[in-house]
Structures are given as structure tokens and as C-alpha cells.
């Protein structure tokens, strides 16, 4: 039986303004003569999709409901599954869902009245050890007696590896325990509790196939030769001997500009790795230039202002392609104006998805200007009873082995997928970590598409405008596979460099 | 005091002198002019801020600075 198509209504706006100058973008002012209107009664469109190979099928059917004159937006109705498609083949625009605004009252049933804590009246002692023994300091360890209220109790080992932690109850629903770097973490469910608790945690082996090498080998990818420029805005990156950083800035107020190397939390340099690393492991794109831009200070959040001027900096900069793991629920005007500032200079911003279990899609990967990356894993690519054990939800996909993560945000904005379940990376002072999240599938789509696009000089050549972003973003429609989660999930799948991708769908 | 994000939205050259005026007989202050003429980091007071987006006068965008978070991805415990 055919699954119904659930049909939407969306908004076509040219990258900026409200209406479309031929001098600007011709292709696109074509396409919204294409569309208009004139006696504003509905009409049904059949477009062309961009696929390979080509199919006589590939077509996309757009009802388009209104419009603002022949340059104006255009108000159309179009299937949810077929929206990834009609994105990457029409680049160049604004894609908005249409929203309809309410009276600004204050729903009583949005107020949430918590539970008291339990009194604690069990002390357990744990000792968090490497395999022969010996202590990890700096470990997290979270205990969750009633998981779904979220009580329990949390602490962080001392430097022999020991926390001693007062619960409820002797029975866990279930205990994470979270090491910064150099081991794979641990999860169990339905732990009965003694009063002390020894967890050998398994230490990250660097040749381990993850859910990053499995899809890509990446320690047979030839260095990219091109030159390709990825800006991370991050948490700066490095120093590592596996990552060569060609510059950038440290955006954040009062702090030394120069200083763009990561302020400890080693987020960005992890994202930096999956892109670039070249030594002890690779990246996807060992080869591209990496540009640090630091937006985040020690502990505490970016401001909207700093990512501006950082996505400012990397238009200055020339890069290719900017990497932003990161996101929020608010949608954000500012950054979207310098988004499309980017997109207008021949640059593509990838974002993530965000790890809220499922929830809308966070700013600014919903912003349709953006790529937004959800997060996928695959069975058997992390150790038994590791924290990524606890990710495995459904949709499968064709591949039963290959799941969309419990953590990942979803939703019709969705571009692309990628692994974003147990991947090796590098960490501050040359370690490496175990880290999971949109915020990892984010980079290995950066990665793998300055790939694609070290691969396509020509389009790299294209002087830096509009032009050149809806060129990219053709290219990469023409390097992307389905794994059969559904669109709202995975947008229009992943991306691939070469044939090895094919046979693990 | 709160910190606010201006934003040009017009087509022609921006009047900063205009713009400065303003702020200066709101009591506010530019914190961060590097992306100046397109953009700014203003601190004004809260009840200042209706006057100065009239007085603007569409012109500029305003918008409040919030801060964006490392993802993490850590379970947490709810506090009581």
C-alpha cells in the first residue's frame, strides 16, 4: 500500500529581500515567473528533481497556492517527503513553513509543577577504573532512581577514581557514567546497587571501525588537494598534533583575538577532527584548511553578536564552508542576516540538527538558508553497554543495523543525515574522546562535502556569490543517498564521495 | 540594562551620527562597533528600549543578544 503524503504549506522567498532582481540571481527570478500566479487561483506545478542517475519519475509535484506579483513570494503546498528534494534542486531560497499567530496568552497547561526530591537515605561508592585498575579522575557519574521524573543523584570521581553518592533507593533505573576523554563511557539499566560499585570503563582503541569509519574509511581517503576552507565556530580548536589550523580569530569580548585555540571544553576541536585530523586518525577531509573562530568562553554560552562577527570573519576570510554545531530553540534574526550575508558570498552554512530527543529542529539549522544534519548511528559500531547503547531508537533504515539517534532533533528542515553516534575525535593536549550529537554528524557532512567539492575545482573557481552557493548546494544533490528513515528525519539522506557508501544502506 | 543587537536595514548609507544621538539621549552605549555600519552591540535600559526602536525609525533592526550553549549531551538530574 502507497503511504499517504502529508502535504504542507511553505513560503518562497528570494535569499534577501522580498522580491527577486533578475541582475541578482536570473535562474531564480526565472523559476518565480515559473511560479506566479496571475488570477490567484491554485496551480498544480510539476518540477524537475536533480538526481543520479536521472529517472523519468523524478519529478516533484508543487501546488502553488498564492503570490506577491511575478518577483514576490510565493506561497506553495508540497508533500513533506518531497521537500529535501525540491530544496537541493532549487537552491537559492528562502524556504519558510507557513505559521499562523495566536492571541499572546499564557496557557496554564504550559506551567509544569515539580516533584519534590525523594529523601536520600543509600550511599553508594564507586570506583570509575581503566581495566588494570587503576583510577579516572574527572569522571561524571549519574545515578537515576526514577528516570522519567529525573531524580537520582550525580557526582564527579576524585583523583583515585572515586564518588561517593546518597540515593533514594538501592535500585537504579539506570547509571551513565561519562569520562571527558581517552575511554568510551558506560550505561546499564536496572542496576540493583551495593554500597560500593567498581566500573571498568574500556579505553578508546584509535583503529575502533565507529559509526564515523564505517561509512567513511577515512583512513583510505587521499588528502584533499584543492584548496577547500571550512570555518568552525566553535569552542576554538587545539592544539593537537593530529590537526594543522590555517588561522582564524577569537571572537569572544575582552578576550585576546589571536588566542583561537579551544578553551578546554574540547568541543570544537572534536568537530575540528572529524573534518580534518591527519595523523594517529583521520578525518573525513584530512587536507582542507581548518579556520578556528571561538565564539564560546570557558563555561559559559556565545553570544549571538560574536557568532555574527564570526560568520562576518569567514566571509572576510574566504571560507568555503563554515560548521556550526551549535543552536537553540529561539529563531534568531540576527544570525540569519549574516547567514544569508554568507550564502550571498558563495559560502554554505552547515548546522546542527540539536540533541533534544526529538524535538523541532534548532535554530539556525532550521533557518532555510542553513544545511541542517540530524544525527544517525549504526549497531555494532560502539562497545556493549558504552552510553551510545542507550541511543538506538527507531526509524531503522532499510538497513536494520542503521538507526536515527534517540537525541537527534527532527522535523521538515531536515537536509541531510550523518553519524552522530560514538565517533573518535581528537581532544585537547593531543587525546582523543568519545563524543555523540548533531554537533559531530554536523562536521562529517562539512567534511565529506568539501570532499565533493575539492573534487569539483570548477565550482570553487565561481567568483563568490549567490551564484556559487546554489552551484554547491546542486552539487551535493547530485552526492547523496537515502537510508530509507523518512524525510522528516533525514532530509534527502547522506552524503557520499565514493561507492563504498552503497552497500551499507 | 540589557544589551540589544542593531541591524541596518536599509538601502542607502547608514546615518550613525543619527544613530548615536539617539542612543546618547537614551543613556546607552555602544559596546561592540566592529560591524559597524552593518551592525552593533548597544547596552540600553529596559524602558528605554521602545523609544529608541521608534526613534530609530525602522531603519535599524533591533534585536536582544542571547547566548547560544555547548551542546551536551550529558543526562542531567533534575534539581528540586
Redesign the interface.
Given at each position: 500500500m502507497k503511504k499517504k503524503k502529508s502535504l504542507e504549506n511553505y513560503i518562497l522567498l528570494p535569499v534577501s529581500k522580498a522580491f527577486i532582481n533578475s541582475k541578482d540571481n536570473p535562474e531564480v527570478a526565472d523559476f518565480f515567473n515559473k511560479l506566479n500566479v496571475p488570477d490567484k487561483r491554485p496551480a498544480l506545478i510539476n518540477l524537475s528533481v536533480r538526481n543520479k542517475p536521472q529517472t523519468p519519475t523524478d519529478e516533484i509535484l508543487v501546488e502553488v497556492l498564492d503570490s506577491i506579483q511575478a518577483k514576490g513570494a510565493k506561497l506553495i503546498k508540497i508533500s513533506r517527503e518531497e521537500l529535501p528534494n525540491f530544496r537541493f534542486s532549487y537552491p537559492g531560497l528562502r524556504i519558510i513553513p507557513e505559521k499562523f499567530y495566536r492571541p499572546a496568552i499564557c496557557s496554564k497547561e504550559r506551567i509544569v509543577v515539580?516533584?519534590?526530591?525523594s529523601r536520600s537515605s543509600f550511599q553508594v561508592t564507586f570506583s570509575i577504573t581503566d581495566l588494570k585498575g587503576e583510577g579516572i579522575p574527572g569522571v561524571?557519574v549519574?545515578v537515576?532512581t526514577d528516570f522519567p521524573?529525573?531524580?537520582?543523584?550525580?557526582g564527579i570521581t576524585d583523583n583515585k577514581g572515586i564518588v561517593h553518592l546518597k540515593v533514594n533507593k538501592d535500585k537504579a533505573d539506570?547509571i551513565?557514567i561519562?569520562p571527558d576523554h581517552s575511554f568510551w563511557g558506560y550505561f546499564k539499566k536496572n542496576v540493583k546497587m551495593t554500597a560500593e560499585i567498581n566500573i571498568k570503563l574500556q579505553p578508546i582503541a584509535l583503529n575502533y571501525k565507529d559509526g564515523l569509519r564505517y561509512f567513511y574509511n577515512t583512513s583510505a581517503l587521499p588528502p584533499i588537494k584543492s584548496k577547500v576552507k571550512i570555518g568552525i565556530i566553535d569552542?576554538g580548536v587545539g592544539p593537537h598534533k593530529d590537526l594543522r589550523i590555517s588561522g582564524g580569530k577569537n571572537l569572544v569580548?575582552g578576550e585576546d583575538e589571536l588566542d583561537f585555540y579551544d578553551n578546554g571544553?574540547g568541543?570544537g576541536t572534536h568537530v575540528a577532527g572529524i573534518i580534518g585530523a591527519s595523523g594517529s586518525i583521520n578525518g573525513v577531509a584530512a587536507g582542507v584548511e581548518i579556520m578556528s573562530y571561538k565564539?564560546?568562553p570557558k563555561g559559559?554560552?556565545?553570544?549571538?553578536?560574536d557568532?555574527?562577527?564570526a560568520i562576518?570573519q569567514a566571509i572576510a576570510d574566504e571560507c568555503d564552508l563554515i560548521n556550526m554545531?551549535?543552536?537553540?530553540t529561539?529563531d534568531?534574526?540576527?544570525i540569519t542576516?549574516y547567514i544569508n550575508e554568507a550564502y550571498n558570498a558563495g559560502m554554505l552554512c552547515f548546522a546542527?540538527n540539536?540533541?533534544d530527543n526529538r524535538s523541532p529542529v534548532s535554530f539556525p539549522a532550521a533557518y532555510s538558508l542553513s544545511i541542517a544534519i540530524s544525527a544517525m548511528g549504526r549497531k555494532g559500531t560502539f562497545p556493549e553497554n558504552s552510553i551510545q547503547s542507550g541511543t538506538i531508537l527507531p526509524p531503522y533504515g532499510t538497513d536494520k543495523n542503521n538507526f536515527i539517534a534517540d537525541?537527534s532533533n527532527i522535523g521538515p528542515e531536515t537536509d541531510l543525515t550523518a553519524p552522530g553516534v560514538g565517533i573518535i575525535s581528537t581532544y585537547p593536549d593531543d587525546k582523543y574522546a568519545v563524543?555523540?550529537?548533531?554537533?559531530m554528524a554536523c562536521p562529517a557532512a562539512a567534511g565529506i562535502a568539501a570532499r565533493i567539492f575539492a573534487a569539483n575545482p570548477d565550482v570553487l573557481k565561481l567568483p563568490r556569490n549567490q551564484t556559487r552557493s546554489d552551484e554547491m548546494v546542486k552539487i551535493l544533490s547530485m552526492n547523496i543517498k537515502l537510508f530509507g528513515f523518512g524525510a522528516n528525519f533525514e532530509g534527502k539522506g547522506m552524503l557520499y564521495y565514493n561507492d563504498e557508501l552503497h552497500s551499507k544502506i | 540594562m540589557t544589551n540589544f543587537i542593531l541591524k541596518y536595514k536599509g538601502a542607502e548609507k547608514p546615518d550613525l551620527n543619527k544613530m548615536t544621538a539617539i542612543l546618547d539621549a537614551h543613556k546607552g552605549h555602544m559596546i561592540d562597533g566592529s560591524l559597524l555600519p552593518a551592525s552593533a552591540l548597544i547596552e540600553i535600559d529596559d524602558a528605554a528600549f521602545e523609544p529608541v526602536r521608534k526613534e530609530l525609525d525602522g531603519d535599524w533592526s533591533i534585536v536582544p543578544e542571547f547566548s547560544y550553549h555547548v551542546p551536551d549531551l550529558k543526562k542531567k538530574i533534575k534539581k528540586s
Open positions: 515539580q516533584t519534590k526530591y561524571t549519574v537515576f521524573a529525573g531524580h537520582g543523584s550525580t539506570s551513565y561519562y569552542t569580548r571544553e568541543h565564539v564560546f559559559e554560552g556565545a553570544s549571538n553578536f557568532i555574527m562577527k562576518n554545531s551549535l543552536g537553540e529561539l534568531d534574526e540576527a542576516s546542527a540539536g540533541n537525541f563524543m555523540d550529537g548533531t554537533s | -
